[in-house]
């Protein structure tokens, strides 16, 4: 049992890492905090400092969230624990302890909580967002509509009751920590991410 509480809050300090602004900080010498959008997630160091940097924090943020959660099967491998761990690791991602409990939205480092978790769904929420962001260019509306597809995908592919439950509270955090976004949607007045721009 100790083991698994240890594990629990090692977890939660490993989502905590705000690769984000260590990549910004370290490209840029800048606090990703206090440009763009003001988030420290991978799409505003991608906007605001580069193609490289971004690419880099996306891929850690998805990993952080990834790696832990597969390990986590090898102490436990029940759906509760690994739903545990996974929380442990959104909820340091999004209030990370390192920067006075003011973190990123949660959507790459979900991505890396469900791959681990529930592989096709994820996946199928990942095509979706590919689909919305290529159509609109809005990484924000490609991001929530892959969140709300994840309890509904669950659902209909049989997963059960505590996956479809999970999924559904971590979607409405996810839209919650994107309510500016979805304001801006509506006015129209949200960036577009273009990756490649057009001469």
């Keep these: 049992m100790l083991i698994k509480i240890l594990y629990i809050l090692l977890t939660y300090l490993c989502g905590s890492i705000p690769f984000a602004y260590i990549v910004a900080k370290a490209n840029g010498k800048v606090d990703i905090r206090t440009v763009g959008s003001g988030n420290s997630g991978a799409t505003n160091v991608f906007r605001e400092i580069g193609k490289g940097a971004g690419a880099i924090t996306l891929t850690a943020d998805v990993l952080k969230g990834f790696i832990p959660v597969y390990f986590a099967t090898f102490i436990d491998n029940s759906f509760i624990y690994s739903v545990a761990v996974a929380a442990a690791i959104m909820s340091g991602h999004m209030f990370t302890i390192f920067l006075k409990f003011k973190g990123g939205k949660g959507v790459a480092t979900g991505l890396g909580v469900f791959s681990a978790i529930m592989p096709l769904p ?12 290529v159509l609109s260019r809005y990484v924000s ?18 997963y059960g009751t505590k996956p479809v439950i999970f999924t559904s509270a971590a979607a409405v955090l996810i839209i919650y920590r994107h309510r500016t976004n979805i304001k801006r949607l509506i006015e129209r007045s949200e960036n577009k991410l273009r990756i490649f721009k057009k001469k």
């Design 122 to 133: 994820s996946l199928i929420a990942l095509s979706i967002f590919g689909l919305v962001f």
């Design 141 to 158: 509306l490609g991001s929530i509509c892959a969140v709300i597809s994840l309890p509904l995908t669950s659902y209909f592919l049989g």
